[in-house]
């Protein structure tokens, strides 16, 4: 017997490397990914799944809760793990209604449609009932430079519509455990960088804007700190939370690496320096450009992960640099996958709308 889950956006980043992780790792787990299928979630992420006869794809929006009660009733789905969302800082500073609707009423229909399938109508599937809520560190807001790291006692403080819209989620997934006792968990994790990562955020597009000789626009003066942590080992943690956590558990998941965003972009280059030495544009870090900074940008983050570590056993594998040099090759490696993706007319749309009016005016 299968165990049957729904996965959704699980043609995104984070999602199809979670799709990846479980088919490859644990035979007995059956998929039902629902993506709406947006400019980042994409049918080529899932491109060589192992055993495809154990995934369907839904091309479905999470807000349809009706067609989400019929899944988990036909199915006998007992677990949700929502990854969908909206999640680029910058467009929910251009434009929030797309969070709004995807990150707080998407969500509420996933909750709607377990409370009513698992709890009302009783149909439970097969074992106990899970609704994992992907969560992000960014609804803490930001970090002084002596401020203790994020931890699941830390007050939420959202700074950019994105994070308001990630929080107020988090915020109806944990009524609906406290009112109704909806089984939920809810994690936060700090950046995630590895394969299939869309090309506009930072990591990827350094590395194809660099071997392109294209400028590298840092956003201010590029100090800003993350906590970094690399896909795969993200996903190992999720599934643990999905297999030990107790109900109504939050886990906060990081690398605990918080290097600056110069640091980074240093390193990528460092990395292709090395594997381009004979390039014009060596040394890449030359391609280095400041423009202007996000609004409201969250100058640090950084996360306390000992409780997931202490209670469930987890810890990263990857360090930073082995992860830096992995995402490197396999971007230079699937440059199919990156033309498929930058042909569209979405993302080139939204490269000249975000970077047009920025460029030489820091």
């Known amino acids: 017997m299968h165990r049957k889950i729904l996965v959704t956006g699980g043609a995104g980043f984070i999602g199809s490397n979670f799709v990846h992780h479980v088919l490859k ?33 839904i091309e479905s929006d999470i807000c349809d809760q009706a067609r989400i009660e019929r899944l988990l009733r036909e199915q006998d789905i007992c677990t949700i793990i929502n990854f969908a969302a909206e999640t680029h800082v910058d467009r929910s500073i251009m434009g929030a209604s797309p969070f709004i609707w995807t990150n707080i009423q998407g969500t509420y229909s996933l909750l709607e449609a377990a409370r009513t399938v698992w709890l009302e109508e009783q ?46 989620g988090d915020f109806l997934v ?29 990591i990827p597009l350094m590395i194809l804007n660099a071997v392109e ?44 690496v918080q290097p600056t965003n110069l640091e980074i972009v240093d390193s990528v280059c460092a990395l292709l320096d090395e594997r381009f030495p004979d390039s014009e544009y060596v040394p890449f870090n030359s391609l280095k450009q400041s423009v202007t900074d996000r609004k409201g940008h969250d100058r640090r ?22 992860g830096l040099a992995s995402t490197v090759d396999w971007y230079l490696a699937h ?17 000249k709308k975000n970077y047009q009016n920025r460029e030489n005016s820091a």
């Not at 990914?33 to 049918?43: F, H, I, K, S």
């Not at 970090?143 to 700074?159: G, H, I, R, V």
């Not at 440059?335 to 490269?351: F, G, H, K, L």
């Open 335 to 351: 440059r199919d996958w990156v033309n498929q993706v930058r042909s569209r007319d979405t993302y080139n749309a939204w490269m």
């Open 25 to 57: 790792k644990y035979p007995d787990v059956f998929l039902f990914n629902m993506d709406v299928l947006t400019y980042a979630g994409n049918r080529e992420n899932l491109r060589g799944i192992t055993d495809p006869s154990r995934h369907i794809l």
């Open 123 to 168: 149909q439970l599937g097969e074992g106990d009932c899970c609704f994992l809520q992907v969560s992000t560190d960014e609804v803490y807001g930001t970090l002084e430079p002596d401020d203790p790291p994020f931890s699941e006692t830390t007050p939420y403080a959202p700074n950019s519509p994105y994070s308001a819209s990630k929080a107020s």
């Open 301 to 322: 983050y950084a996360i306390d992960s000992s409780r997931i570590r202490k209670e469930l056993g987890w810890a990263p594998e990857v360090s930073l640099k082995d």
């Open 213 to 256: 000789g294209k400028p590298l626009p840092i956003y201010g003066d590029g100090r800003q700190i993350r906590d970094w942590l690399f896909v795969e080992d993200h996903v190992r943690a999720l599934w643990m939370v999905l297999e030990k956590a107790q109900p109504g558990s939050v886990y906060t998941i990081g690398a605990e």
């Open 174 to 202: 944990r009524a609906y455990h406290q009112t109704y006792g909806l089984p939920t968990l809810i994690t936060h994790c700090s950046n995630n960088y590895g394969p299939f990562q869309y090309p506009e955020k930072l």
